[in-house]
Nanobody, 123 residues
Framework: QVQLVESGGGLVQAGGSLRLSCTAS????????VAWLRQAPEKEREFVAA????????IYAVSVNGRFTMSRDNAKNTVYLQMNSLKPEDTAVYYC????????????????WGRGTQVTVSS
């Protein structure tokens, strides 16, 4: 059982940057794989990035690869998503999700979810 809280969303101009944070309650955070997913209005939820328990070799959706970087600090029970070169099509609610699993993939299903943080990119 873990609770997740996202923060760091906001309004930014195209080409700008934001850093999202996802902080987990409780202990044993290093036993969870974590992902970021997003959902724009009237669109399906889509995978953004995922990271393993150790933080090595995160994976990314093609649409964000090269612009976004995911990392984690297990001592702080926190996962980050650094978003650079933002585009209007990145506008969405961003969710943090986790599963107590050592493996990561773009189609992984998750047991635990945060409530999301809004990211809006203006043109």
């Amino acid at each position: 059982q873990v609770q997740l809280v996202e923060s760091g969303g906001g309004l930014v101009q195209a080409g700008g940057s934001l850093r999202l944070s996802c902080t987990a309650s409780g202990s044993s955070f290093n036993s969870y794989s974590v992902a970021w997913l997003r959902q724009a209005p009237e669109k399906e939820r889509e995978f953004v990035a995922a990271i393993s328990r150790s933080g090595g070799n995160p994976i990314y959706a093609v649409s964000v690869n090269g612009r976004f970087t995911m990392s984690r600090d297990n001592a702080k029970n926190t996962v980050y998503l650094q978003m650079n070169s933002l585009k209007p099509e990145d506008t969405a609610v961003y969710y943090c999700a986790a599963i107590r699993n050592r493996y990561i993939s773009a189609d992984q299903r998750y047991n635990y979810w945060g409530r999301g943080t809004q990211v809006t990119v203006s043109s």
